[in-house]
């Protein structure tokens, strides 16, 4: 690994590799030191959790960042280049985390400069350690990635977070049940590509009544803005809220998961239950963030 | 002390044994380690000066932070509740450290989260570690905080500054004098506290002859947008502008004290008397702040 | 030296010893530690590009910095004086970085303050460090300053950069060739002063076919606002683009430098061949300000 850009890039042992380096790093017997490291944090595209995610992943580790965020960057606005831009920076830091709304902009930089560059979200394509830390908080409460029932919930269409989590979860023989409203479903050429992998799924109505075998239950935003009706949305949106009362009869050891922020698709109800699994999901970033990083700068 | 959110959650032990710390870490004598530890600093509402001082009081101590300050947050602009913010800051950060128009705001994050919040000011309520950065420059410069003669001058109906400083000394003693246009006076409330406690006050005209029994005189901005009538405020301000003229005659250990930024309510030829203290008192802010951090990390 | 503010200040003894310094941090031989210690990065006026360089310096280090750039000062805001701004800052940090458009601010800083002041580009005026890693990147591949032979080239008339430069390299000797539009063409008052210390210089009216007896050919950027006329515009600049074509029969040890960004004055067909150098001149930056840095703080 040089430069994690896709999770189609990645081998199921690549995944297994970065998961247990996460774990040990969580436990602390491996303890990176990034002392007078530098990673360089270019979102050109806000996002104030991931970058406070990466930052805080860096800074744990005895390392630092410099960071260039939204339009600050006046060299770009003198006429520089992209490349340009990217070969200045990787002058100044050991490894480029960048954000961007530009599809592929990512690969591009990491052909452009000699450092490792992790991809964090080229607009709807990738966002490969998002999906990294939902397979590290699936390992870490199930214990394994194998055999899994995973319920999908939400904005199937759009959400490139379920997209990537699915195609991974398929090298593991999940099983799926996917909840989003009609318009909102799961894009076929995912479930193309699950079916010729010969991995089962079935698409569900509601969640209420539909949760009881699931070990997994990943919850996403909708977006208001993806209906054109706005009581069509709030219809929609009713049957896709999950409330503790639902939570009746589910597996002891299902836990609930969202890449937040949230809205009101998890009733604050649910917050106390021992389901509930979102916030420790954030805090599983930094460790994944940490294996990541340590990883493609050689230190593990 | 799991967090510090209001001056009258404070005890007099309290107060000293903060001043104790802050004076040892000064001194060389308690080093603070905070490698690899972060503080989140919130600001929600700008304030450079206070965010400066924070962060430059983690960074002297070894630890790092990570900021996010104004309308950055992109997670409240897609529909996230303050409370989930907060939820999803404390799994990567150590301490937060907080500033908010919203007064209470503090108070209801220390409600949520388990790791230890300051409030670094909260719209016109509390701003508690100015408070204490003042108290520990009183003690520093007079080698106590009991029975000192205290004058206030400036907008003492609107400064939380000084309404904060009042209700703290009083725990120790002090007899106040008041400067300030009759409209900008010391509000009843405090007044009345201040009576209950046979704490002596008394309400001056003017600066010039009132400040020869003093030892500390704390001087604070008066605002232009409080006067209706542009020629009352300069007819006003005249009489609370301090002037190094003025200072023949004080007591030797007299310090005069400003909370800043001063625009020109201290004249700056008041800057290179032996009493002008008031930029040693921003230094003072960085040691009592590394003193709070500390002590609510559990570091001393 | 206490501070940076002008190459003038500078003697060449001052220089080469910078030099040297820059050297032996480059290759490991010194390793400032500046754990603890904060570099206050004051950017009135914005440039990533340099903020970043040291930004990056200082965290190489080991050491930290504050940060405060363009309109977020709101002490400012509230009618604080620069001379109170820098003196407040003063009790925060142990060096300030000062980036301005006015002219002359960091000579005035550094006269408010006790700690050292760099000055980082006042307005038109200065910017000094910019200047020294061009020196240190001549010195690093020509192996001396002394005797060399530079061409100039882009915006003579405007480029405070190739006037420092031009300025410094007549304490070493240098011969100059000046290639620039009739109207962007280096100012009289360097001419006449490097005329007085018989310093060599010739203006060439293209890069083309003058080039063979360069050691070092630096090229800057020609702003389209320079011109009246658009027209005149493009028929100038095409006369100073570099192209590979053009660097048939130079001197093997020619080096192109540019203080970045580039927009199209050198073609990126330059890029590949041995004589490009200015993204490792981006990174020689790092190197000089980390000498001048731990020079002005008394680390080495």
Redesign the interface.
Known sequence: MKNLISMRDLSKDEILHLMDIAGEIEKGNIVPDM??K?AALLFFE????TM??F??AM????G?T?I?SGT?????Q???SF???L???????DIIIMRSPIEGSSRYAAEVVDIPVVNAGDGANQHPTQALLDLYSIVKTQGTLENLTIGLAGDLRFGRTVHSLAQAMALFGAKFKFFSPSFLQMPSYIKDDLAEKNIQFEECPELDGNLDDLDILYVT?VQRERFADPEEYEKARGSYILRKSMLDGVKDNLRVMHP?????EIH?DVDVTQYAYY??Q??N??YTRQAIISILMGEV
Chains 1, 2, 3 share one sequence.
């Open positions: 002392q007078r530098l806000p996002s104030t959790r406070f995610s930052d805080t800074k744990r580790m005895n630092n410099v260039m600050k960057n006046t060299s770009a003198k006429g520089e490349a340009d831009t070969l200045t920076i990787a002058q100044y830091a935003r937040l922020p949230r809205v009101d604050t916030f420790q954030a805090k970033g930094v």
